[in-house]
């Protein structure tokens, strides 16, 4: 059964850091591209951040650049969003999603408030 769990969301003030996890099973996790979404309320789903499976190649959103790192540790099957200054618009759910050819994956998502 594939399962992706995300983890690591919650409240922080703008400004803060918050680092989001997610762990796969149940597919080939070293063969799938990583990527992490997110949807604010009223929005579509966006890209935040991607990370190829040799963990050479990322790419990022024009907001979160400089402020976010994607990361994975295929030995985990785990793949990481290390989110700093996080700010108001930032708000979402964020959603981990697994892809190879046809082959997609998601997550439940996991909330990431940012309010004073």
């Known amino acids: 059964q594939v399962q992706l769990v995300e983890s690591g969301g919650g409240l922080v003030q703008p400004g803060g850091s918050l680092r989001l996890s997610c762990v796969a099973s149940?597919?080939?996790?070293?063969?799938?591209?990583m990527n992490w979404y997110r949807q604010a309320p009223g929005k579509e789903r966006e890209l935040v951040a991607t990370?190829?499976?040799?963990?050479?190649?990322?790419n990022y959103a024009d907001s979160v650049k400089g402020r976010f790192t994607i990361s994975r540790d295929n030995a985990k099957n785990t793949v990481y969003l290390q989110m700093n200054a996080l700010k108001p618009e930032d708000t979402a759910v964020y959603y981990c999603?697994?892809?190879?050819?046809?082959?997609?994956?998601w997550g439940q998502g996991t909330q990431v408030t940012v309010s004073s």
């Open positions: 149940g597919f080939a996790f070293i063969f799938y591209r």
């Open positions: 990370i190829d499976i040799t963990e050479s190649s990322t």
């Open positions: 999603n697994a892809k190879r050819y046809q082959y997609v994956y």
